[in-house]
């Protein structure tokens, strides 16, 4: 049988990487990604998936070990797919992330920026305040598996902790097993929400079947013993209930202090993972946006208002856009609670404008985009329309803030000023990044 076939171990050498920092094998025949590789490093690997142009592989060995290479500190590391770079110095691991912007502009949006920035960055560690763990009943391992996906296969990763999760939540991942394995609906129980606020830490229960009594009575005592409110969800978004405490649960904010403001969020609302992140990339947009008393801003993708808000504290009025109405009346209920009377918010989908919205009136002196990884390309198709002379662009995808910054450059009229990383999902490929254009 072909080596092709029977997926025999293979062993060479690794040249380059990827932009996600997998290590490539460019031997005879197809290239071979291999995740957990490092320039330079001897390695022998298992090809896992077959493209037409490209193999994936699952390293076994490092033969020949490359400088760079550091301990993983998470014991799950290798068989867990939440981290990919937990092999790479965390500075490293930042010059992959600039190479991988730097690149995206040049390449594909034909721009480059006057200014290239330092890296937003913190510490490393148990920075995560929001996630989805996945949880699966495995009869043939006798317990429940609560945690993230394997990194080559579908399953879920067996594992007692996580390093990145914002504490407690970092801790809890083998109570959870036990208190998922105890309850009669632990088959029906297939995800797990968390959310790390300032002030509380609530855990959002999936449930496909109701709870049995017995069932409530363990999950409320789970969250009387580890000071967490728990949640069940057995619908939609609109469908929460409080489990525990079952009375008057505390609302739950995290704190911008730079601009005296507490934002409140549901516990499956959208909020940047890394609150100390978030506290620099705000003040840093805000300080790029140079909005004055006189100014006019119009914040496009707003959520809950995390730029909005605190862009109000220093211009003179401020529209925040958002597509999911939830979102926008919790902006809303923010602004009331942080005494903000220039500020407004209203729901429209901003992938399906045609341009006569109300809003594109010409009349803005700033805008702020902060899309999702799909860009914000039905937005620039009128951005003349809106007037702004300054821009600061929130990315969370390389390419599409590339694509974008092309289009702002070349049929509009604007210069990219400045752009850098921001690490907010360390020892992780994804490349969150922003950038400042003037007309």
């Keep these: ?48 998936k077959r493209r037409r142009n490209f193999d994936e592989a699952e390293l076994l060995e490092v033969l020949e070990a490359s400088p760079e290479r550091v301990d993983a500190r998470c014991a799950a590391y290798g068989r867990c797919g939440g981290c990919s770079l937990q092999h790479v110095s965390i500075e490293q691991q930042r010059d992959i992330k600039a190479r991988t912007l730097w690149d995206s502009l040049e390449r594909i949006g034909g721009v480059s920026p006057a200014e290239r920035l330092e890296p937003l960055t913190a510490e490393p560690w148990n920075y995560r305040r929001r996630a989805r763990l996945a949880v699966k009943d495995v009869p043939a391992k006798g317990r429940v598996l609560v945690g993230f996906r394997e990194r080559h296969a579908p399953f879920i990763a067996e594992m ?93 904010f995290y704190a911008l202090p730079g601009f005296d403001l507490n934002v409140g969020f549901r516990p499956i609302d959208f909020v940047q993972v890394n609150p100390e992140i978030n506290e620099r990339m705000v003040e840093q947009a805000v ?15 707003c959520g ?5 808000l605190p862009i109000a504290r220093r211009a003179g009025h401020v529209l925040g856009i958002e597509g999911e109405a939830g979102l926008v009346g919790r902006a809303g209920a923010n602004a009331s609670l942080n005494g903000l009377d220039n500020v407004e918010f ?17 009349s803005w002196d700033r805008l702020l985009l902060d899309p999702a990884r799909s860009g914000a390309a039905e937005v620039l198709e009128h951005v003349q329309r809106i007037g702004a002379q300054r821009i600061v662009y929130v990315s969370c995808h390389p390419g599409t803030l590339a694509r974008d910054a092309g289009t702002l450059v070349r049929e509009h009229g604007y210069r990219l000023e400045a752009a850098g990383i921001i690490d907010m999902f360390p020892h992780t490929a994804h490349v969150e990044s922003m950038a400042v254009f003037v007309k």
């Design 304 to 308: 809950i208002g995390n730029f909005t």
């Design 346 to 362: 209203t729901a429209a989908d901003l992938a399906k404008i045609d341009g006569s919205e109300r809003w594109f009136d010409g």
């Design 287 to 301: 300080d790029w946006l140079e909005p004055g008393p006189d100014d006019r801003v119009l914040d496009l993708f």
């Design 160 to 252: 007692e902790r996580c390093e990145v999760l914002a504490r407690p939540v970092d801790g809890l991942l083998l109570p959870l097993s036990e208190l998922i394995g105890s309850l009669s609906i632990r088959a029906r129980l297939p995800q797990v929400e968390v959310a790390v606020a300032d002030n509380a830490t609530a855990l959002v229960f999936r449930v496909l079947d109701p709870p049995t009594a017995g069932d409530l009575d363990r999950i409320r005592a789970f969250g009387e013993q580890h000071g967490i409110q728990a949640w069940l969800q057995p619908g939609g978004l609109d469908s929460l209930e409080c489990a525990w405490p079952d009375v008057n649960p505390e609302p739950l």
């Design 1 to 48: 049988m072909a080596r092709a076939r029977r997926r025999e171990p293979e062993e060479g050498r690794i040249d380059s990487v990827t932009h996600d920092g997998r290590g490539i094998v460019a031997g005879e025949g197809k290239k071979v990604f291999v995740a957990g590789a490092l320039v330079g490093e001897s390695v022998r690997f298992l090809r896992r």
